[in-house]
Every structure is written in C-alpha cells, then in structure tokens.
Nanobody, 125 residues
Framework: QVQVAESGGGSVQTGGSLRLSCVAS????????MSWYRQAPGKEREFVSS???????KYADSVKGRFTVSQDSAKNTLYLEMNSLKPEDTAMYYC???????????????????WGQGTQVTVSS
C-alpha cells in the first residue's frame, strides 16, 4: 500500500519561508493525486492545497498568493513552498495521497488513501 512521509517543517518568524516535501511510495508505480492539509491545536484538520493528475492546483483562500504547490509526478513527490508565513499558519501539516486515474488505468484498484505522520510548522510573531 501507499506510504507517505513529510519533511521540511520547522520554526520561523513572521514573514519567513519554509518548503515542505512529501514523498509517497507504493509497490508498483502509478501517479497519485496528492494534497496538503493542516491541523492547528484544538481545531479541525483543514485543506491547504492540492494538485491533481491534470496538474490543476487548488488553494485554500487563507494561503492563496503566499503558498505554492508543485509536484514531481514521476516520483510521487509533492512540495509546498510557503512564503510570508503568519502565526496563524502554525499547525501540523499533513500530506495525503490517493489513487488517481493513472492508477485505475493500470488496473490498480485496491489502493487506499494514505496520510503521512505530519511535519510541524511554527510561526512566531
């Protein structure tokens, strides 16, 4: 099944930048749809950004213009470039990987969605 691992979190001051990475691995390659979520203490997990198999990107309104998502689809690796960070961006950031159309076209019907363990981002004022 899919295994997901995030990296790149850390502590920065307001206005700083961080780049998160997420690698999804599976026994036989197919292109996964990948996305970023975050969860702050005491709050629900929320969508941050995603890129799908058609390379269409989406962003939460709260991060538009500051965050940029990109993907190396051949390696099922997802990145999140975060600029102009604010204290309200403080959260655990999670990567989610799910089977895309390429997986189904290859006959891989048994792949389940998978989440990573998360990487902490802390922005101080």
């Amino acid at each position: 099944q899919v295994q997901v691992a995030e990296s790149g979190g850390g502590s920065v001051q307001t206005g700083g930048s961080l780049r998160l990475s997420c690698v999804a691995s599976l026994p036989a390659y197919c292109r996964l749809d990948m996305s970023w979520y975050r969860q702050a203490p005491g709050k629900e997990r929320e969508f941050v950004s995603s890129v799908n198999s058609d390379d269409v990107t989406k962003y939460a309104d709260s991060v538009k213009g500051r965050f940029t998502v990109s993907q190396d689809s051949a390696k099922n690796t997802l990145y999140l470039e975060m600029n102009s960070l604010k204290p309200e961006d403080t959260a655990m950031y999670y990567c989610k990987a799910e089977p895309g159309p390429d997986c189904y076209s290859r006959g891989y019907w048994g792949i389940s969605d998978a989440w990573g363990q998360g990487t902490q981002v802390t922005v101080s004022s």
